[in-house]
């Protein structure tokens, strides 16, 4: 059985660019939750995803946008790129899509200049 | 607002020694509680999950407690190993329509051999 693993590990942009960052998830799990952590931080919840339909979503503009496959796996998108969005994302899967254990990703580096 | 908060932020202690590490949080009605381990850079990796029916869980060295009426965990740690250096984190899932958890901005570990 796999673990969730994500990539790319690390990534640089530049400002106003966009990115993606995909995930996939463990193993018989139908849900993903994305969270970024910022520098010294606790993660914060940007949305979570069950069954290819979004079902939950954080604090977070709208250029931050996702998808999940019909596979579980799942991509983070983040448009027009800001310097404050330097950050750790996480994306963690579990089995269903409320009070679930979660399993966490090693997560993607996002450095924006 | 749920906030969930961590005391202290940074802690360093002689290799041996036991330690505890607190969270508090403002919104008492959780589904369970979730203490993480994260090494620098990295993914988290979940340590010990307490259920809001129970007050405690151990796990070899560490040990969490959780008094909803008071609004507290503790996590326990005997006899600190170099190995143990990282940042725990608390998370708190309130059920609802997701598996959102908040998490606390964490406590920096150094156990100094």
């Known amino acids: 059985e796999t673990g969730v693993t994500q990539s790319p590990t690390h990534l640089i942009k530049t400002r106003g660019q966009q990115v993606t960052l995909r995930c996939s998830s463990q193993s018989g799990h139908n849900t993903v939750s994305w969270y970024q952590q910022a520098l010294g931080q606790g993660p914060q919840f940007i949305f979570q995803y069950y069954r290819e339909e979004e079902n939950g979503r954080g604090n977070f503009p709208p250029r931050f946008s996702g998808l999940q496959f019909p596979n579980y796996s799942s991509e983070l998108n983040v448009n027009a790129l800001e310097l404050d969005d330097s950050a750790l994302y996480l994306c963690?899967?579990?089995?269903?899509?409320?009070?679930?254990?979660?399993?966490f990703g090693p997560g993607t580096r996002l450095l924006v200049l | 607002k749920q906030e969930v908060t961590q005391i202290p932020a940074a802690l360093s202690v002689p290799e041996g020694e036991n330690l505890v590490l607190n969270c508090s949080f403002t919104?008492?009605?959780?589904?369970?509680l979730q203490w993480f381990r994260q090494d620098p850079g990295k993914g988290l990796t979940s340590l010990l999950l307490i259920q809001s029916s129970q007050r405690e869980q151990t796990s070899g060295r560490l040990n969490a407690s959780l008094d909803k009426s008071s609004g507290r965990s503790t996590l326990y740690i005997a006899a600190s190993q170099p190995g143990d250096s990282a940042t725990y984190l608390c998370?708190?899932?309130?059920?609802?329509?997701?598996?959102?958890?908040?998490f606390g901005t964490g406590t920096l570990l150094a156990v100094q051999p």
């Open positions: 998370a708190l899932n309130y059920g609802g329509a997701t598996n959102k958890l908040i």
């Open positions: 919104d008492s009605a959780i589904y369970n």
């Open positions: 963690a899967s579990s089995q269903g899509r409320t009070q679930e254990t979660q399993y």
